[in-house]
């Protein structure tokens, strides 16, 4: 295999680790709010919350993308294939980010909530100091293999002409009539790429388990 | 968590003392009555044991005093605001009645992703809007108060149970209360390391702090308060001086409830 084929493939790389990274950061921010609304006192905001996540979880990732750039483009919006692929991965991610920290928040010692009132704290202080630095610790490791998801399944972006791992390697492999090794490579960078994620989630995990109260 | 959107509301009234006072408060859970009309006042200084049997609601009725459980019938005056059942208080008219009155949990409830000192620290600047450096200054004190000032840069993970409701203790004392609610402080502790927290709590009462402690110490409850409350089914069912309640109750309920105890 040339050099050159390999860095062909390689160049898919950035565009992976951006995409993972710009729809991770969109969906763990949107997820907030959205699980709020999750567990409002309200129904009509709980029933828009459920409604949402379920629409957001239960429509195929690449229908998302397809919607999002083919669908939406009427000549007022029209997205590259980046921002579309960003757009529908991010909100896939907001609503499992939300159910996520829905699951964290139930394991959180209601000891927690009752010494911010004893001592008076405001809702803000509340979640800012005590609730949301325990939620971050409890969710790490769901939020860490969903984002090894993520990463894997970002390469349905290809679909839409994302030139990341995937893409690359498809068109080098057109190119060249060669199908195996370049897929073996795409699969080891796949690989190479998600060891860190893991990683770096046990060893936080080990280092801030002890400080949450369960 | 709904501890807010309560059913109380709050007026001024003009009468001094007592401190803290009681009218026919009651708190049902759906057709489950847990407090009946419960009349109950407190001088400053004054430190009142309450005693009984497991689910006769001494720890709610602590917890209806801070609207950490808002009751659902009666009224609650502190000092001179008063806390009407039925209708919701402020926002600003509950902190301000929390931070008028410290509580201590059975299960400590420290955080445990801050440092011992940060524990200690944290609401003095977010509720006092103390700056840090006056924040950890108190902190340092009352942390050496209660014989702890090794472990400010500690988690509390590293603390024992019993250096763990000092710490708690600490944390209530920094935001300056007149009153101080323990709810079964030593009910998680071993008895030797419960005994570390009784002596801080005996110096606390001796210091003038107004307490109101629920307890299974009958030691306690004897020597170190002025006042022994004992309840049962919701109610109180005795009240009086410490030694004449624990040594001679009256009543047939509170003689049952005491002769179980003692005969352990």
């Known amino acids: ?214 | 968590m709904s501890l807010e959107s309560s059913s109380t509301t709050v007026s001024s009234l003009a009468p001094k003392e007592p401190l803290l006072r009681l009218e026919a408060v009651g708190k049902t859970f759906g057709t489950h009555v847990v407090l009946e009309d419960i009349d109950l006042s407190l001088a400053p200084g004054e430190v009142v044991a309450i005693i009984g049997p497991s689910g006769s609601g001494k720890s709610t009725l602590l917890r209806c005093i801070n609207q950490l459980e808002p009751p659902t019938s009666g009224r609650v005056t502190i000092r001179n605001t008063a806390i009407e059942a039925g209708h919701t208080p402020t926002r600003r008219e509950l902190m301000a009645l929390r931070r008028s009155i410290g509580m201590v949990f059975q299960s400590f409830n420290l955080f445990p992703h801050l440092t011992v000192l940060r524990n200690v620290s944290l609401a003095q600047e977010r509720v006092m809007g103390r700056s840090r450096e006056a924040a950890d200054k108190v902190s340092m004190q009352l942390l050496s108060r209660v014989g702890l000032a090794d472990k400010a840069q500690q988690y509390p993970s590293r603390c024992s149970g019993g250096q763990q409701q000092r710490i708690a203790i600490a944390r209530a004392l920094a935001l300056e209360p007149e009153i101080m609610l323990f709810d079964e402080p030593t009910s998680a502790l071993d008895p030797e390391l419960g005994l570390e927290v009784l002596a801080v709590m005996r110096e606390l009462a001796e210091g003038g702090m107004t307490m109101i402690v629920v307890t299974h110490e009958m030691h306690f409850a004897e020597d170190v308060s002025d006042r022994v409350i004992i309840m049962a089914d919701g109610k109180i069912v005795e009240q009086g001086p410490s030694r004449e309640v624990m040594r001679s109750p009256r009543t047939e309920r509170a003689q049952r409830f005491l002769h179980a105890v003692k005969d352990r």
């Open chain 1, 1 to 214: 295999m040339t050099q050159d084929i390999l860095l062909n493939i390689a160049l898919g790389v950035p565009w992976t680790i951006a995409l993972t990274a710009v729809s991770l950061a969109i969906g763990m921010l949107l997820g907030i709010p959205l699980c709020a609304m999750r567990m409002s006192k309200l129904g009509l905001l709980r029933a828009i919350a459920n409604i949402l996540i379920l629409t957001l979880r239960a429509i195929p990732p690449i229908v998302w993308l397809f919607l999002i750039f083919f669908g939406l483009d009427t000549g007022y919006v029209s997205f590259t294939p980046f921002q579309a692929a960003s757009i529908g991965l991010g909100l896939i991610t907001a609503a499992n980010m939300a159910e996520i920290y829905r699951g964290a928040m139930a394991a959180i010692h209601p000891g927690q909530w009752e010494a911010t009132h004893a001592l008076g704290m405001s809702t803000w202080y509340r979640f800012y100091d005590v609730i949301a630095p325990q939620l971050f610790r409890v969710a790490l490791p769901s939020a860490a293999s969903y984002a090894i998801g993520l990463l894997k399944d970002s390469a349905i972006a290809s679909t839409i002409g994302v030139n990341e791992i995937a893409y690359q390697a498809s068109h080098v492999s057109q190119r060249t009539f060669r199908g195996l090794d370049i897929y073996a490579v795409a699969g080891l960078l796949y690989i190479l790429l998600s060891l860190p994620i893991a990683w770096a989630s046990r060893w936080a995990d080990l280092h801030l388990r002890s400080r949450v109260a369960r």
